[in-house]
């Protein structure tokens, strides 16, 4: 089933508003990000991860390390998906003992994705602390996760997808509504 766009809620300047917003949360909340390091979860929310990065560097003169998590395997629904499911690599070149992570999403939804990255996570050591960072939260949580900070509550319909497209993997920058109605 095709998902027809219906309505565009973030354009490129309000993205970048959006993630810049996130950037201040980020340090007000947070110390200043000192001694933060930031997980992006494949693939969209590395991109996020190293946008907001860019921004505390550019406000705080700070450098963030950004690692890459693929959670394919921690994803409780693998069987419900392909046959041969796309895995990708995480790559964290830094010890997760100890460390305040700020873990980043595109789109929180029923927060599944953000409990098998929380389970890479700590798979991998046991961090002082885990926040989570979206750009978007749709509702819909089927587990009792939350995001610490968020660009924009959108509530949608279950019929309806939040598409977050970047100009590193769609060539154009937008957040829309698409419809996953097949009305014919």
Avoid: W
């Amino acid at each position: 089933m095709d998902a027809k766009r219906k309505a565009t809620i973030m354009d490129k300047e309000t993205m970048q508003r959006t993630l810049k917003r996130i950037a201040h949360q980020i340090i007000e909340n947070t110390d200043g990000a000192k001694e933060l390091v930031f997980i992006g979860i494949a693939r969209r929310g590395v991109t996020i991860a190293e946008r907001i990065a860019d921004y505390i560097r550019e406000f705080e003169h700070i450098t963030i390390p950004i690692g890459t998590l693929d959670i394919t395997f921690y994803r409780d629904d693998l069987s419900h998906d392909s046959e041969q499911p796309v895995v990708g690599t995480s790559n964290i070149g830094f010890a997760i003992d100890g460390k305040r992570i700020v873990m980043f999403d595109d789109v929180l939804y029923t927060g599944r994705t953000a409990r098998a990255a929380m389970d890479a996570i700590m798979d991998m050591g046991r961090p002082s602390f885990i926040k989570f960072a979206v750009l978007v939260d749709r509702g819909h949580r089927e587990l009792p996760i939350r995001a610490d900070f968020v660009g924009k509550n959108v509530p949608t319909a279950a019929h309806e997808q939040v598409s977050v497209r970047v100009a590193e993997f769609d060539g154009e920058e937008s957040v829309d509504i698409c419809d996953l109605k097949n009305d014919g």
